[in-house]
C-alpha cells in the first residue's frame, strides 16, 4: 500500500512572544500610553480597566479581554474604586486571521481563563524575568526549564486566539437556550455558588447556607465544585477572602484591624496568621511589597 502524505494547514500561527505580564495594581494605576509593531491583549482579571485604543474609550470589568492590533496607540488606568488585577500579553502574529480580533472587546469564559492560567503556568517555568514589573521589556529564558514549556506557551496561545474565534463566531448565529435549560446546568449552579461566595466575602457564611441557597445537597455541590475547581468550595472562599484583602491593603483606606473586622475575621490574629498561609507573607510584607513594586 503507498501512503499519501498531508500537510495540515495552519490558520493561525504564533510567531515570536514578546512580553508576559500579571499585574495586581493599586486603584489609582495610570498608564500614559504606548504603540508598538506586534499585538497586544489585556485581561482583567479583577475590578475594572478604563482602556483607550486609538482614541475610543472603552470599560473592562472582570473577565472581559481588549486586542490592541500592531500600531495602534493605547492607554489604560484603572477605575478608582477597586484595585485591578491584570494580564498583558503581547506577541507577533502575522496570519490574515487576526483581523478578526481588530477592535475587538469582548467577554470570555471558563475554557479561555484555562489557556491564560496555562500561559502563565508555563512562563513561569521558562523565564525568570519578573512578570509583575511593568517596566520589564523582554523574557529572559531560565538556564534550567520545564521541558518544552516555550512550546506549551506558544500551543496555549494559539488554542486561545483559535478558541475564542470559534467561540464568539458561533455565539453570533447560535440560538439561545431556554432559561430552564440554563438554569438546570452544572455551570448555572456553579455560577450561583460563586455568585453567592463573592456576594459575601465580607461575611461568614457556611457550608449549609450555600446549600440553603442553591437548593442542593452537601455532597452533591461539594463534589461539582471539587470536580470543575479542584478545591473544596470552603478553601475557595477563604482565598475570596484574602484577594479581597489584598486589594483593600492596595487601597490603603483601612489598617489591618479594620480589614480584619470588615472580613469578618474572629480576630487579627486569625486574619493575620490566613494571611499568611495564604499568601507566604504577613499583611505588613505584603503592603511593603506593593510599595516596592510601585
Known sequence: MKYKLTALNEELVI??????????????????????????????????????????????NQGNIIFHKPNEWHTNIADGHVAPNIMVVSFVCSSLCMRFFENRVMQIGDQEKEFLASILREAQQAFSAPFNDPLSSCLIRKSQQTFACEQMIKLNLEMLLIYIMRTHTVKAKAVKLSTSVRENSERDILNKILFFLQENVRGKISLDDICAHTMFSRSYIQRLFKNHFGTSIMDYYKRLKIDEAKSMIREGRYNFTQISEQLSYASIYHFSRHFKETTGMTPSEYASSVKVKI
Open 15 to 60: 510567531d515570536q512572544i514578546v512580553t508576559i505580564h500579571y499585574f495586581e495594581f493599586v486603584k489609582d494605576y495610570r498608564f500614559e500610553g504606548e504603540r508598538h509593531d506586534f499585538w497586544e491583549f489585556l485581561y482583567v482579571d479583577k475590578g475594572a480597566m478604563i482602556v483607550s485604543a486609538d482614541g475610543q474609550e472603552h470599560i473592562l
